[in-house]
Nanobody
């Protein structure tokens, strides 16, 4: 098991940017992997937001957030990020980062939470209108 720790959540006004962080063990960055961000709103299933693989640095975004969020990493800091440039009230949810040792290229596989074995504890994001 890989320990992941999210931070950066909180209350933000619609349109104001917010960046979530996910710290991971150094060992993650020594191997090939796929990192992803998911979210779960009350009463809804967990849904994929974005993923990135380490082999090609391919990024993928769900249609609901495309153009408004950016996934990136800082290997020197052992941290992954999800920058939300234009959050909306419908983005309110608990956000989770996840890591899998497999390298995904298929958008559907990369956004399926069942394919990830390592998860953070989640961080609440609340967007007010």
């Amino acid at each position: 098991q890989v320990q992941l720790v999210e931070s950066g959540g909180g209350l933000v006004q619609s349109g104001n940017s917010l960046t979530l962080s996910c710290s991971a063990p150094t060992s993650v960055f020594y191997n090939l992997y796929t990192i992803a961000w998911f979210r779960q709103a009350p009463g809804k299933e967990r849904e994929g937001v974005s993923w990135m693989n380490s082999r090609t640095n391919t990024e993928y975004y769900a249609d609901s957030v495309k153009g408004r969020v950016t996934i990136y990493k800082d290997s020197a800091r052992n941290t992954f990020y999800l920058e939300m440039a234009d959050p909306r009230p419908e983005d309110t949810a608990i956000y989770y980062c996840a890591v899998d040792r497999r390298v995904y290229y298929n958008p559907v596989l990369g956004l399926d939470p069942r394919n990830y074995e390592n998860w953070g504890q989640g961080t609440q994001v609340t967007v007010s209108s």
